[in-house]
């Protein structure tokens, strides 16, 4: 949530003349974070620590994609976002699987303190290779809408997240209209301010605001099925959970693979069919698990995998790219900060959504954990999520090929 708050803040910061130190910065308060982690006495300590790595991730986070667009050439752009998607999918997949074997060796402490020899190197190296941008007069920078965004996507996120869990209760109610009424808020003061923290004028574009919602259905499409296949692959196939995770790890590998050849033949050829691929494909995945069963055995649940790696190869970078592309010139920045937060929402809004549809399809009088689910009710809501899938990808093929490349 932490990160999600803070990365629109960070990215308009860094958009001002303060690029290279926003991300240097973000290093160091990361490390302090991970060492506060690695030798915390106490669970509150802990938390504290993962604060202040939360702060750190938002500022590096925010970076990352800006140094694509200020410091790279425009023929280069999906090339540097597809190199950003590849090396998060093989760290996503990684990551997990190497604190898993270091908690088992060595100790869950270890985990953390990995991260200071790493932090250090990536700074040192940060620091010789981006370039140090002239010092120029930034505009004020807009402290309330930094504060009203701040409030409404902790409150939304906490709000989505949790709704599957809780239920409609008073909680709940109440983060979501503290929640709508500072979004409602932010947009009156951002559309009225000389110095917005965002130019909400660029989403009367309609280019923007269609490839802007095609790259948050493929978020929201990756992290639906993140959330639900090793649901399947537990109680419906009887996977350990090592199993799991190995079965797991073909995706990231397909897309590692595509990634970078995609982004840089999407940088000479054009990005949008790259984009319909990938929605073609999540459609050949959904209408696969409307109907897969464990008796099917593993090759369909194999081929979808690679499948799901082939997309998220594909439009990871011309996806992103496009956002940046259709923004107006002054506004690039705004659209690398935008993409990267559309990862995010996208994200948080399909894991919330997928386990709330299949919630409500498999639970009784009560809300029932999906190991001691019946094969047949497990299956029944696995089915029934996966027409979300299903809709979002065909939204993400018409968006996509409605919005012609921008030359």
Not at 192 to 204: A, C, D, G, H
Request: with cysteine.
């Amino acid at each position: 949530m932490l990160v999600a708050g803070l990365i629109l803040i960070f990215g308009k910061l860094a958009d001002s003349a303060r690029l290279k130190k926003i991300f240097l910065f973000g290093f160091l308060i990361f490390i302090i974070g991970s060492a506060g982690c690695g030798f915390a006495p106490s669970f509150a300590f802990l938390l504290g620590s993962r604060v202040i790595q939360g702060i750190g991730a938002a500022m590096i986070i925010a970076c990352a994609p800006l140094i694509c667009v200020k410091f790279l050439p425009e023929n280069m752009l999906g090339l540097s976002f597809a190199v950003l998607t590849a090396a998060g999918s093989v760290g996503f997949a990684a990551g997990p699987a190497v604190g898993g074997l270091i908690t088992e060796l060595i100790s869950w402490h270890w985990v953390f303190l990995l991260n200071i020899p790493v932090g250090l190197a990536a700074f040192l190296f940060a620091s010789k290779i981006i370039p140090d941008v002239p010092k120029t007069s930034a505009p004020p920078f807009d402290l309330k809408g930094a504060v009203l965004i701040f409030i409404a996507v902790i409150f939304g996120i906490f709000t989505i997240e949790r709704l599957p869990h809780m239920g409609l209760n008073l909680v709940i109610c109440e983060t979501a209209v503290l929640a709508v009424f500072s979004l409602t808020l932010f947009v009156l003061h951002e559309l009225k301010t000389e110095n917005p923290l965002i130019n909400l004028r660029v989403f009367t574009i309609p280019q923007v605001v269609c490839v802007y919602l095609a790259f948050f259905l493929v978020q929201f499409c990756i992290a639906g099925m993140l959330y639900l296949l090793p649901f399947y692959m537990n109680a419906g196939l009887s996977f350990a959970p090592l199993a799991t995770g190995l079965f797991m790890f073909i995706t990231p590998v397909f897309a590692g693979l595509v990634g970078i050849p995609c982004g840089k033949l999407s940088d000479k050829h054009g990005r949008r069919w790259f984009v319909v691929g990938a929605g073609v494909l999540f459609l050949i995945q959904a209408v696969v698990y409307l109907t897969i069963n464990p008796e099917y055995g593993l090759i369909p649940l194999a081929v979808c995998m690679a499948l799901w790696g082939l997309a998220i190869g594909m439009s990871g970078g011309a996806g992103g790219s496009r956002i940046v592309d259709w923004m107006p010139e002054s506004e690039k920045g705004l659209g690398s900060t935008l993409m990267i937060t559309c990862q995010y929402f996208g994200s948080v809004l399909g894991t919330a959504l997928f386990a709330g549809v299949f919630t409500t399809l498999t639970r009784g009088e009560t809300v029932v954990p999906f190991e001691y689910l019946s094969t047949d009710v497990f299956l029944t809501g696995f089915h029934g999520t996966m027409l979300l899938l299903l809709f979002g990808a065909l939204i993400i093929v018409i968006l996509s090929v409605v919005v012609k490349d921008r030359q």
